[in-house]
């Protein structure tokens, strides 16, 4: 079983990424699917999830900046990053998990499958 995390790269304030999220070795299609972030000298942190019946949570800092989808016929999960500012600089981490209850989607401890990190760096 793999997540393989990519799209990460150096972008202005002010733009736009797309990372995505490969799944590989099972089918994640009734898997809920989330994406966290660390800083350097930061703990991880939520950034989105989206459910196995399509349902979207966001964090209030990238509400409205950022989207999540996913295409389970590809057993990829996708994360448009938007406006972006400096503040979102992060290895953003792709995490799949399955029967957790909506008042833990937030916490990373509740995600059983974790891809390594994609670096998003953005200049000021």
């Known amino acids: 079983v793999q997540l393989q995390a990519s799209g990460g790269g150096l972008v202005q304030a002010g733009g736009s990424l797309r990372l995505s999220c490969a799944a590989s070795?099972?089918?994640?299609?009734?898997?809920?699917m989330g994406w966290f972030r660390q800083a350097p000298g930061k703990e991880r942190e939520f950034v989105a999830v989206?459910?196995?019946?399509?349902?979207?949570l966001y964090a209030d800092s990238v509400k409205g900046r950022f989207i999540i989808s996913r295409d389970k016929a590809k057993n990829t999960v996708y994360l448009q990053v938007n406006s972006l500012k400096p503040e979102d600089t992060a290895d953003y981490y792709c995490?799949?998990?399955?029967?957790?209850?909506?008042?833990?989607?937030?916490?990373?401890?509740?995600?059983?499958?974790w891809g390594q990190g994609t670096q998003v760096t953005v200049s000021s």
């Open positions: 995490a799949a998990g399955r029967g957790i209850i909506l008042s833990a989607l937030q916490s990373a401890s509740r995600y059983a499958y």
């Open positions: 989206i459910r196995w019946t399509g349902g979207t």
């Open positions: 070795g099972r089918t994640f299609s009734n898997y809920d």
